[in-house]
């Protein structure tokens, strides 16, 4: 038997109600991307302001290390700068004390003893020289440790030997010079 439709308004509803739900489906499809697009944009526009700023810090941050570097040199050439003052300071306080020295030496050796060599490495002071007799030697290193410029003698070496009429005896010894400060 055939179908035969007597209410025909029932599809003209169905079609209307489907044609609506389209034309809504259409409207929230279109609203939802319209807010999906927004967001992108709306984020994106937070990512770019971001990155901005991350690179107006990293600007800042470049010229503050090239800052650094140069506070940094600049400390290391005050440094040496320093150092240099120093030791020409330490300099010019030394300078009488090898006066001194040399005035100790004279004033300390005894008749008989004369001094060939003298050096100096730091506060050490290596004399050598020959005398008539070792008795003059150790007149030498009494007279050294009673002086007020040097101290601690040690004899490091005698060698006596026969020449001409008389004994010399060679020595070689060693003292520590007394810095200017103690002795002011």
Known sequence: MPRINLLPWR??????????FMTWMLGALLVGGLAVYGSKLTVQ???????????LLRSEIAVLDRQIA????????????????EIIDQLQRSRPEVVHLFDEL?????EGVHLTEVRQSGTRIEIKGEAQSSTRVSAFMRNI??????????????????AGPGRNSRFTLSAQQVPMAENL
């Open 106 to 110: 004279v004033n300390t050796l005894p």
């Open 45 to 55: 526009g937070w990512i770019d302001n971001q990155q901005a700023r991350n690179e």
């Open 11 to 20: 599809e003209e509803l169905r079609q209307k109600r489907k044609k609506e």
């Open 70 to 85: 140069e506070i940094s040199g600049l400390e290391t050439q005050k440094n040496r700068l320093l150092a240099r003052m």
């Open 145 to 162: 440790d009673g002086s007020d410029w040097l101290r601690s003698p040690a004899l490091d070496v005698v060698e006596t030997r026969t």
